[in-house]
């Protein structure tokens, strides 16, 4: 592959190399080959072939620009499984040949108050994102794990638990971790009730790791069909939301409830199932506003919160309890090519669990 000089924004240069990707030049145009720069890796830096990434429903509301803020080219993927191939000079905590995982962030200031408490995600200075961030390197935004190797300074690379399935454990980096982190911050665990709203990526992980935390899980669906995966993923009763019978024998019923849904929907309904006091947190991020009704809040001092992914050493600590407990996702393997199609499905809830790609199919 060539290696070229890049001019980024601050003056400094950076060697590059061109490497195959796949990604958008368009909100409404396929996914389709392209190719992208990766830096030669500096005296921090490690460099990972990627063997599988997961797809997340980010990838999709970024790619067709949902969230406003879309920069094209845009090369999707920050559920990113690999070996390292090369390391700088300084890197310490990996060589040649490990596994190594990138999951949503690969940089942040690393000096604000919240980078010194771990929680990078929240970067007073805005973290950079794994993809379709600015690149301070490049100058570019930057590119996910759609493609064949990525650069990442060591300290945003995590290490992989041995024990565990490789492909499956590609949705950790991220729908692992964002469910990990709010069940575990509002503490979730033994003697209580548990919701999980949308059983996607995020909410069928939201079940396994609530069930391991110890609370009693229950899912919310509109969708039959996953009525019985979602007690086999460990759910202790599931309830078709779009049944209000059904919904009603919850009424104030929950002492937490994780929505994980990535659609309009109405957020009261589950607002409604928490107790005095109980919580209700939003990963998903659908593209328009949810209107919160004031009496689904007030009269029983219920709190309504969001969170997002979570830091780099909370994702190594949830990286190492998924070994613990054997977790991984529930994927379907599929190769880049069937990327549109995948996207599709995402759209009509179709998919069990997790959509992983092998990124072997790249070289075809
Ligand atoms: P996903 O796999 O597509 O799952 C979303 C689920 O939401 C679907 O399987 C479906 O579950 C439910 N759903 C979809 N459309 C619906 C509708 N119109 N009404 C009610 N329910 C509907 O998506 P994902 O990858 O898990 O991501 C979920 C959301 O979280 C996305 O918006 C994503 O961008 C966001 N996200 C946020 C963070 C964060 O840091 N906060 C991180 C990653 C992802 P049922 O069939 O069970 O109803
Ligand atoms: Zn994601
Ligand atoms: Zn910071």
Redesign the pocket.
């Known amino acids: 592959m060539d290696t070229i000089r890049t001019m980024a924004e601050g003056g400094t240069s950076a060697r590059t190399k061109e490497v195959r990707a796949f990604g958008t030049e368009a909100a409404t145009a396929p996914l389709d080959q392209l190719n992208i720069k990766r830096r030669i890796p500096k005296p921090h830096d490690v460099e990972i072939d990627i063997l599988y990434c997961g797809?997340?429903?980010?990838?999709?509301?970024t790619a067709r620009n949902e969230w406003h803020g879309t920069i094209y080219p845009c090369v999707p993927g920050h559920e990113i499984v690999g070996r390292v191939v090369s390391v700088g000079d300084h890197v310490t905590k990996f060589k040649v040949g490990d596994l190594a995982a990138v999951g949503?962030m690969v940089d942040s200031c690393r000096e604000c108050d919240y980078c010194n408490e771990g929680l990078e995600?929240y970067c007073a200075e805005g973290n950079i994102q794994t993809y379709n961030s600015p690149d301070k390197y490049l100058g570019t935004q930057t590119y996910g794990g759609y493609s064949e190797s990525i650069v990442v300074t060591e300290s945003f690379v995590l290490r992989v638990p041995e024990n565990l399935d490789l492909a499956a454990v590609a949705p950790l980096l991220?729908?692992g971790i964002?469910t990990y982190s709010p069940l575990k911050h509002w503490h979730v665990g033994p003697g209580q009730k548990v919701g999980v709203?949308?059983?996607?990526?995020?909410?069928?992980?939201a079940v396994k790791i609530a069930k391991a935390m110890g609370a009693d899980v229950i899912?919310?669906?509109?969708?039959p069909?996953?009525v019985e995966d979602?007690k086999r993923l460990g759910a202790d009763e599931v309830v078709l939301?779009r049944d209000e019978t059904q919904m009603a024998k919850y009424a104030g019923k929950l002492h937490f409830v994780l929505d994980?849904?990535?659609?309009?929907?109405d957020i009261n309904a589950y607002l409604n199932l928490l107790r005095v006091d109980g919580s209700l947190v939003?990963?998903?991020?659908?593209e328009l506003p949810l209107p919160v009704a004031a009496f689904s809040l007030i009269p029983s001092r219920r709190s309504f919160s969001?969170?997002?992914?979570g830091g780099i050493a909370e994702t190594q600590e949830m990286l190492d309890f998924c070994g613990k407990h054997n977790i991984v996702s529930d994927i379907e393997l599929i190769n880049i090519q069937q990327i549109n199609e995948a996207y599709e499905r995402?759209?009509k809830?179709?998919?069990k669990?997790?959509f992983v790609i092998d990124m072997a199919s790249l070289k075809n």
């Open positions: 797809v997340c429903h980010s990838d999709l509301h949503c995600q991220c729908a964002t709203v949308g059983l996607g990526g995020l909410g069928h992980m899912v919310f669906t509109t969708s069909s996953k979602a939301s994980a849904v990535s659609a309009e929907h939003l990963v998903g991020a659908p969001g969170s997002m992914i995402l759209l809830g179709d998919v669990y997790r």
